[in-house]
């Protein structure tokens, strides 16, 4: 089968990861999108993961927490969701690598870009956690500069709506879904799809994003194919 993006940055909220309970990890719900990966992995596509820590704690919705210090707690949350998908993607049989932005060798290998190309060409799922290791910046925008530096062809952001609306189609019945848009209008529009930071780092850099829901996991192996799945955002509106 004929892939239309070889090399992905797939981007999971850690609340996709809870399914209904909302908090923790429901592993029902984590091997459905992890058999997913498997059938993208399986047809010949490099998979790279950046996975949030919601579902454990935000950082920005911590309370009377120093934010720096809550910044911190949510980047050892998103490891937790890290070392979790790789369980399952390994006992799929996928060989998978975590690396995160913050040093722990005991469970983790440290981010090195060039080991993540390594793994990605031998076929194994690289898994980024810890957001880009500082505070004040989102998965969203770790998700954007991974795929920038790592040469994916596409940001995949999985989310629990099919793509972009005009405005939020859960409390409003004549949203309009966008089929295309382009950076600069996500900017200029300030439409909630992620931070103004990833948006333009994906603009200055050339990196597509795809908005697509994840309540049907194989979306990720349709997107992979080129099927029509979600809101395409690129600057070139042709893609």
């Given at each position: 089968?004929?892939?239309?993006?070889?090399?992905?940055?797939?981007?999971?909220?850690?609340?996709?990861?809870?399914?209904?309970?909302?908090?923790?990890?429901?592993?029902?719900?984590?091997?459905?999108i992890c058999?997913?990966?498997?059938?993208?992995?399986?047809?010949?596509?490099?998979?790279?993961?950046?996975?949030?820590?919601?579902?454990?704690?935000?950082?920005?919705?911590?309370?009377?927490?120093?934010?720096?210090?809550?910044?911190?707690?949510?980047?050892?949350?998103?490891?937790?969701?890290?070392?979790?998908?790789?369980?399952?993607?390994?006992?799929?049989?996928?060989?998978?690598?975590?690396?995160?932005?913050?040093?722990?060798?005991?469970?983790?290998?440290?981010?090195?870009?060039?080991?993540?190309?390594?793994?990605?060409?031998?076929?194994?799922?690289?898994?980024?956690?810890?957001?880009?290791?500082?505070?004040?910046?989102?998965?969203?925008?770790a998700a954007?500069?991974?795929?920038?530096?790592?040469?994916?062809?596409?940001?995949?952001?999985?989310?629990?709506?099919?793509?972009?609306?005009?405005?939020?189609?859960?409390?409003?019945?004549?949203?309009?879904?966008?089929?295309?848009?382009?950076?600069?209008?996500?900017?200029?529009?300030?439409?909630?799809?992620?931070?103004?930071?990833?948006?333009?780092?994906?603009?200055?850099?050339?990196?597509?994003?795809?908005?697509?829901d994840l309540?049907?996991?194989?979306?990720?192996?349709?997107?992979?194919?080129?099927?029509?799945?979600?809101?395409?955002?690129?600057?070139?509106?042709?893609?």
């Amino acid at each position: 089968m004929e892939l239309k993006y070889k090399r992905i940055l797939l981007k999971l909220s850690g609340e996709a990861l809870a399914g209904e309970k909302r908090f923790g990890l429901d592993y029902a719900v984590i091997g459905n999108i992890c058999e997913s990966i498997k059938k993208c992995v399986d047809v010949g596509a490099e998979v790279a993961i950046v996975v949030g820590g919601g579902n454990f704690l935000r950082g920005r919705m911590s309370g009377g927490l120093d934010r720096t210090r809550a910044d911190h707690m949510g980047m050892l949350a998103t490891t937790i969701n890290a070392l979790a998908l790789a369980d399952v993607l390994e006992s799929l049989g996928l060989e998978v690598r975590v690396q995160t932005a913050i040093t722990m060798q005991q469970v983790a290998e440290p981010y090195i870009r060039n080991k993540a190309i390594n793994h990605l060409n031998k076929g194994r799922v690289v898994i980024f956690g810890c957001g880009t290791g500082n505070p004040f910046f989102s998965t969203d925008t770790a998700a954007a500069l991974r795929g920038v530096e790592i040469e994916a062809e596409i940001l995949m952001k999985a989310t629990l709506v099919d793509g972009v609306y005009n405005k939020d189609p859960h409390k409003f019945d004549d949203a309009v879904k966008y089929e295309k848009l382009t950076f600069s209008e996500v900017l200029n529009n300030e439409l909630a799809v992620m931070d103004m930071t990833a948006a333009t780092l994906c603009r200055d850099n050339h990196l597509a994003m795809l908005v697509f829901d994840l309540s049907r996991p194989d979306n990720i192996l349709d997107a992979v194919m080129g099927k029509n799945v979600g809101t395409v955002i690129s600057e070139d509106t042709t893609n």
